[in-house]
């Protein structure tokens, strides 16, 4: 059963509209009326990452840790993630700051095991990155973009659709930037609510939302909820592997 999961999530990649054109159906955009990230207050999580490869396998993958913060800008309430991806190849470190009430992205910084280091700055027409590596000079850029874009794959990931609207059955596409080539659109499908596990012995009922990402290429199952710790836990295919991550 697992194994047939891994390939199900794996062909519906071939699926994904990977355009830039504004695609059918809802959209969400920046500045959306029924983006309310106001509901996103201080909490901590930890996730055990484990992979499944299809001869069933299971690889540990480490912990993953999250920090959410609030904080003041200018009299402007901020969220400021910072995630710890502790991993048999080292450490990776995540650190987003969005504006609380509307989530739009204001800076996403990146810290690799390799020592590549990327801070992506979000304008309202183009994102300016700097990336730094051991023994290179630092290499800035301005990336346009057509339109105001959410940050996916910066490190908001799974706390983005927090804000959302999450109701059975509701579905829509919302603008993300891409690196490669500065807007994508990425797509979110509400599953069902669902009692899921959340650590230490207890379940939680929860959201079950797929998001399908045009910049990693990837489907991921996510189980959210409105409350702290908001992200319960992720379901994703990455590196040949069926990737669960499970609230410690």
């Known amino acids: ?26 959209v969400i955009l920046p500045g959306d009326a029924r983006v309310d990230g106001s509901i996103i207050h201080a909490a901590t999580n930890a996730w055990k990452m484990i992979g499944l490869t299809p001869g069933g396998r299971r690889d540990d993958g480490g912990v993953w840790k999250d920090t959410i913060e609030i904080v003041d800008k200018g009299g402007r309430p901020v969220i400021r993630r910072t995630q710890i991806d502790a991993g048999p190849d080292g450490t990776t470190t995540f650190i987003t700051e969005a504006d609380q009430q509307k989530l739009t992205p204001i800076r996403a910084e990146v810290t690799t095991p390799a020592g590549m280091h990327r801070v992506l700055s979000f304008e309202a027409d183009r994102v300016h990155s700097v990336v730094t590596s051991a023994g290179r000079a630092a290499r800035e850029s301005d990336i346009a973009i057509a339109q105001r874009v959410f940050d996916f794959n910066g490190g908001m990931f799974g706390l983005l659709i927090v804000g959302f609207p999450l109701q059975k059955d509701f579905s829509a596409s919302f603008p993300v930037f891409d690196p490669r080539k500065g807007l994508a659109w990425a797509k979110y ?34 189980s959210l909820t409105k409350e702290p710790p908001y992200v319960i836990r992720l379901q994703e295919v990455g590196e040949g592997k069926f990737w669960t991550f499970e609230m410690m």
């Open 1 to 26: 059963m697992r194994c047939e999961t891994i390939l199900t999530l794996a062909l519906s990649l071939l699926a994904l509209d990977l355009g830039a054109q504004t695609p059918p159906g809802e």
């Open 189 to 222: 499908t509400v599953i069902d609510r669902e009692r899921v596990p959340a650590g230490k012995a207890r379940f939680i009922d929860a959201w079950v939302v797929e998001v399908q990402d045009p910049v990693r290429l990837s489907r991921m199952v996510f």
